[in-house]
């Protein structure tokens, strides 16, 4: 019986003439690298290869459109991933390398390479091109065995019987993954890319043409048959951008005094803006130019995704560390419409980064007690630029957007509280004050007596409606005789339903929650019927607005504060 989930035909693979058999009964052994991370991105699906990385709907559609682009003119490009600092680069290729792994360790991604090759070549790369064609075998054309197992074939006579043996990629065990990153160019040299000689080894061998005497340990042949991950890559001195448009165009490499050797890699630059365009303006560039994939990489400009990268830091953090730190959902809404404010202009290419909020909020989380509420966002927010050190952005119009954003926020919430809250909370008392009005208007049109109060009631609603238009201020005696003359039926209807004077009514029943909400941080100055007031709203907060006793606090405060 087969082992469960064995691959058919792969128990007997230990040379390359049975992988080749094998490679008959099961496609996928003949699988180049970009075809072979096209099925794994298939296998796992785009959202859990790319999970947690929100609102790059677009960018994560162009990389999986990348590598379906296997057998065709994406063999042989250059992924280049250009945005700004902080876009998400680097999570997304860190994401793919590690699924990556995953996928060598599954029946579907079994790997197999030549034994003891540096390069773990894949086992097609040994047969010679005429027996390829004979054999109905579809490869790279420039597939040619390393110097390492050219000598295995020679002295086998035969490269049939060269030993193959599974392949598990590992970016620990440097096999089908490698990143690089231009920090120091003076020591950014073309060994650590393609090996050295061994000048030890030289001494005892003889010659530069014996393999033993060459280090077969750099960047681009480890990452053979995965990814080489190349980060600020046109940062890199230009010898090596040449180095990499051979890798991409040729497929190839040069060692040393040894023939060229053949790689099968995907390379996924990643770069900025203003590098990208000093790139572009460079002649010697030119043919690399041509083998680009360019996926641009702004921030991100959507709200919701927005929410949920900072949603899923706190849960995270609320697992790693066994807490239960409560953030209502108008905390993520503010940070969220906070950021994608700075970054809306440029089109994502400027503003603040995401890395910018997972700051504030881990500041916010260490800091909370409980909640972090808006106070406690708010106040995280504007101490991390203290510890930011924001190049090509303007602090003081920074901080005034985000006051802008606050304001615009405490709006939106007052709105609520008007049209929503008052209208079923306090019904009562603004159906009250409605009935009054309409007494009071018809005395006013009648000529009969009113009090002070009377005419302050006729004037509070009438300037409401003045200034919201409905009304002009001439026109207030002819509005109370319209109320007159439909006065019995107007009693009759609930106040709410009066599209003249419903939003009248909340506002002057709102504005007397205003004076209670001023007060918000004295309670005890407070009397009765105020803090029941007060109780109404912190209720409604708490029950159908998905804040926690705590956070509805912050809240009031925060609008409190604000008229
Ligand atoms: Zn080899
Ligand atoms: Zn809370």
């Not at 160019?185 to 005892?204: H, Y």
């Not at 007060?534 to 008229?563: M, P, T």
Request: glycine letters at 6%; charged letters at 30%.
């Amino acid at each position: 019986m087969k082992p469960r989930g064995r691959v058919s035909g792969m128990s007997e693979i230990t040379t390359v003439e049975t992988y080749v058999a094998a490679s008959r009964q099961n496609p996928r052994l003949a699988r180049t690298t970009l075809h072979y991370i096209a099925d794994m991105i298939d296998y796992f699906g785009k959202a859990r290869v790319f999970e947690g990385i929100y609102g790059m709907d677009r960018q994560l559609d162009d990389i999986v459109d990348f590598f379906r682009g296997y057998a065709m003119s994406m063999e042989r490009r250059l992924l280049l991933l250009v945005g700004p600092q902080g876009s998400g680069k680097s999570m997304t290729v860190d994401k793919l390398k590690r699924r990556l792994e995953e996928y060598s360790h599954k029946p579907d991604g079994i790997l197999y390479a030549v034994a003891g090759c540096p390069f773990h070549q894949h086992p097609f790369d040994l047969i010679p091109l005429d027996a390829r064609e004979a054999e109905g075998i579809w490869w790279h054309e420039e597939a040619v065995p390393c110097p390492v197992c050219e000598r295995a074939v020679a002295a086998r006579g035969d490269w049939r019987t060269v030993p193959v043996r599974p392949l598990l990629i590992s970016a620990r065990d440097k096999v089908g993954v490698a990143k690089h990153t231009p920090t120091d160019l003076r020591r950014e040299d073309i060994t650590n890319f393609v090996g050295n000689i061994n000048f030890a080894m030289l001494k005892e061998r003889g010659s530069t043409y014996d393999p033993d005497a060459y280090d077969f340990e750099g960047k681009v042949i480890w990452a053979n048959r995965g990814i080489l991950d190349w980060t600020e890559v046109f940062k890199s001195r230009r010898q090596l951008l040449s180095l990499l448009l051979e890798l991409i165009q040729s497929k190839r490499i040069d060692l040393a005094n040894f023939p060229t050797v053949h790689v099968d890699e995907v390379v996924v630059g990643h770069t900025n803006y203003p590098e990208y365009n000093v790139f572009l303006s460079e002649d010697i560039m030119e043919p690399l130019r041509g083998r680009i994939h360019k996926v641009d990489f702004p921030y991100n400009v959507d709200i919701g995704g927005e929410m949920r990268i900072y949603r899923g830091l706190v849960e995270r953090a609320n697992r790693a560390r066994g807490e239960q730190k409560h953030v209502p959902g108008d905390v993520y809404e503010l940070a969220a419409t906070y950021a994608i404010k700075t970054r809306q202009e440029s089109e994502g290419l400027r503003g603040l980064s995401p890395r910018f909020f997972e700051d504030a909020f881990s500041l916010a989380y260490t800091r909370a007690n409980r909640c972090i509420d808006l106070e406690v966002i708010t106040d995280a927010i504007e101490q991390t630029f203290a510890h930011q050190s924001i190049k090509d952005l303007n602090l003081k119009d920074l901080l005034k957007l985000f006051e802008e954003t606050k304001v615009e926020f405490i709006h939106k919430k007052v709105d609520v509280i008007v049209e929503e809250i008052v209208p079923s909370h306090f019904y009562d008392y603004g159906q009250n004050l409605y009935l009054n009005y309409l007494d009071v208007a018809a005395r006013s049109v009648l000529g009969e007596a009113m009090s002070d109060s009377d005419k302050e009631l006729l004037d509070d609603i009438e300037g409401v409606l003045v200034q919201k238009r409905q009304i002009s201020r001439q026109g207030r005696i002819a509005f109370e005789n319209v109320l007159l003359e439909r006065r019995d039926e107007l009693r009759r209807m609930s106040y709410r339903d009066n599209e003249h004077l419903a939003g009248a009514i909340n506002e002057i029943v709102f504005n007397k929650i205003k004076n209670c909400l001023r007060l918000y941080d004295k309670t005890e100055e407070m009397d009765a019927k105020s803090r029941d007031l007060l109780d109404v709203l912190q209720r409604s907060a708490i029950e159908e607005h998905g804040y926690c006793a705590s956070c509805a606090s912050a809240l009031f405060k925060i609008i409190g504060r604000s008229f």
